[in-house]
Structures are given as structure tokens and as C-alpha cells.
């Protein structure tokens, strides 16, 4: 796999965070607060330096925004520039926009009581005026858009879900299953919420269970399965929730569903070991699978519709395209042949830059 890698980039520090757009555009942030953002053909438009570890990036048209320790960070998506920070109750957890406003949640985790003891749900608008704080006693484990408002999946001891409007009112709602909630996010048109006992419910009731693993997160192929990734499996259910394939006794660093190879959609996870980590490449349909690498532990994989990005603890940031990698595992090309053409074509960006 590593031979049929379109891009591969160096990040300087290992890769906290990464994010692509719709247009192939990557941002990738650094365990020591480096953001760095490459356009589509992989040349690097800027670098910038975030006061901490960049947890979370969230992008639009003008602005990128990043969780780095304690603070929420604006950064001119053109320049690079930060535009302005704000400095959070805790640690900043993740970042969201929606609409013209932008909601990051913070928590604040005591070692004595080893529990979190305060968290809180903060929302700006994109010039960085604080608009309001709603502080509660459950942990926000998750912040997601919807179409019309923005949803939270709560701890205990409240759990259920709270569903926050522009003026920062709280509407709590509660699941069929009570247990606190670990994972959600919109799933192909409708807001899906992993727990920490294994349940996968929607607001509408409960979808299926995996028994004794908590839930950290829930995908969709294009054949409209699910794919749930759990503390120790990965399971594929149809819409009749019936079991299509499982990998058991696998714990996973990064998962996301990628694009198509021969035809069948693929699941990318990575699985770490010790210091190193495994990247596999997973048929949607079957289970299968179809390719694998090794490489340093992994942290992040995101993907667009024809892009895998894969960034890893030795600070590096790999791009596999979907044209590209088919064509190798296909091997209707010679790899050095292709690895010189794209060396020719680097090194030409380099002197039309000059």
C-alpha cells in the first residue's frame, strides 16, 4: 500500500487531528499545537502554531477552527493567520458550526474525584464575540449539527441527549436506552447515538445492540448498512438489523468508510501495536480483507469521496486516491514508472514556483 500512496507529508510533530473537506482540501494539527493546511494537489499553503494539542478541526469557505488545550482557535483559512482565541473553562473537546455560529463544549475532569466535576456547551459567533455558556453536570461526549439545531449525547447522570437552539436553550430529551451516550452524529439523513452498553439507538427508539462493548462509533456504506465500530469488534448490520459480517478481538485507533475499489465500497481502520499500527482495508460487503500495511501507531482517518488520509504518531500524513490505488492493486501500471511520473510532476510545481 505504501507504493500506491498519491501524497504522502510531513507534519513535523505526531498528528493529533485531521480533517478533509469536499474539495481534497487537508488540515492536520500536531500533539505541539502545529496546523497545517495542504490544497488539493498537495501543496502546502500555510503552517501556523496553536497554543496546545490540536484535538478537534472544523472548517467552512473562510474559516478554520481548532480545539487546542484549553483554548478554541479561529484561523483565516487563506492565510493561516489566527484571527482570535478564547480560552475555555477545562479542556476544549470539540468544535462544531452551524449556521453563522459557531459551539465548542469543554469539560473539566478532577483527579481526586476521578470524574469529570463540570462541562459546558460555549458558543461564539465567526468574528469571536462569546455569545453565552450553558454549564451542566453531565459531559457532553458528543456535539453534532442537525438540519435545524445543534445535539449534544450526555453523560451521566442525566444521559439521554439535549438539543440547543441559537440562544442557548437546552431542550433534554431521553433515549430508549439509559446508558450514557459515547457516539452520535447524522448517519445518512437521521441522528444516531452509540452507548456505552452497546446499545445504537436513534431519537426514535433503539436500532440493535452489541453486548458488552461500549459504542465509539457508527458508519454508513453506500448500500445504506451500518458499520459500528465497537471497543473490541467491528460489526456490519443491513436495515433489518441482522448481522452481515463481524471482526472480532480488534480494537481500532481511526476507522472511516472510504471509496470504492474494484466496485465494492471499503472500511479503513487502523490497529495499533505497541508503538506501530496496522492499516487495514476492509470489503463493505463481506468483511473481507482487501489490503493492509504496516506502519508507526496510527491516530486519525478521515476520507472524502475519493480520498483516504491517514496520519500517524511519526507525524506523518499519507493520502491514498482512489484512481490511483485501484490502478496498483489492479497492476495494470508499473509502480516506478508511476513513482517517477509523480516525481517529474513535483518537481516541476517546485520551479513554477520559483
Not at 484571527?83 to 453563522?100: C, K, M, N, P, T
Not at 433515549?175 to 445518512?188: A, C
Not at 499500527?277 to 476520507?303: E, H, P, R
Request: glycine share 10%.
Amino acid at each position: 500500500m505504501i507504493g500506491a500512496c498519491w501524497m504522502t507529508r510531513l507534519l513535523g510533530e505526531p498528528v493529533s487531528s485531521l480533517s478533509i473537506d469536499e474539495s481534497n482540501d487537508i488540515i492536520a494539527g500536531g500533539w505541539s499545537g502545529v496546523l497545517s493546511y495542504w490544497d488539493c494537489d498537495g501543496d502546502n499553503s500555510w503552517s501556523t502554531k496553536l497554543p496546545d494539542r490540536i484535538g478537534c478541526i472544523i472548517s467552512n469557505q473562510e474559516f478554520v477552527f481548532a480545539t487546542a488545550g484549553l483554548h478554541i482557535v479561529a484561523v483565516s483559512r487563506t492565510s493561516g493567520e489566527v484571527l482570535w482565541q478564547f480560552a475555555l473553562e477545562g479542556s476544549a473537546d470539540e468544535v462544531v458550526i452551524h449556521g453563522e455560529r459557531v459551539y465548542a463544549t469543554s469539560s473539566v475532569y478532577d483527579i481526586e474525584h476521578n470524574d469529570f466535576i463540570d462541562s459546558a456547551v460555549w458558543c461564539f459567533s465567526f468574528d469571536g464575540e462569546h455569545l453565552w455558556t450553558k454549564h451542566m453536570d453531565e459531559r457532553p461526549w458528543t456535539i453534532f449539527p442537525d438540519n435545524k439545531a445543534v445535539i449534544i449525547g450526555l453523560g451521566r447522570p442525566k444521559m439521554g441527549i439535549a438539543i440547543i437552539n441559537q440562544d442557548g436553550d437546552l431542550n433534554y430529551q431521553q433515549l430508549d436506552s439509559n446508558s450514557p451516550v459515547t457516539f452520535g452524529g447524522l448517519i445518512g439523513s437521521r441522528p444516531l447515538f452509540g452507548h456505552a452498553n452497546g446499545d445504537i439507538s436513534s431519537i426514535d427508539g433503539n436500532i440493535t445492540s452489541i453486548t458488552g462493548e461500549s459504542i465509539e462509533g457508527v458508519l454508513t456504506d453506500n448500500q445504506e448498512n451500518l458499520i459500528v465500530v465497537a471497543e473490541h469488534s467491528v460489526q456490519s448490520f443491513n436495515n433489518n438489523q441482522s448481522l452481515l459480517w463481524v471482526m472480532k478481538n480488534l480494537q481500532t485507533s481511526g476507522h472511516a468508510i472510504g471509496f470504492e475499489i474494484n466496485n465494492i465500497q471499503t472500511f479503513w481502520c487502523a490497529q495499533p501495536d505497541g508503538l506501530n499500527g496496522t492499516l487495514k482495508v476492509i470489503s463493505c460487503d463481506s468483511g473481507q480483507q482487501i489490503t493492509a500495511m504496516s506502519c508507526s501507531k496510527i491516530s486519525n482517518i478521515v476520507a472524502s469521496g475519493n480520498r483516504v488520509v491517514v496520519g500517524n504518531e511519526a507525524g506523518e500524513v499519507l493520502v491514498w486516491d482512489a484512481d490511483m490505488l485501484n490502478r496498483r492493486l489492479e497492476g495494470d501500471i508499473d509502480p516506478a514508472q508511476d513513482d517517477r511520473k509523480r516525481a517529474m510532476r513535483d518537481r516541476l510545481k517546485a520551479l513554477k514556483k520559483r
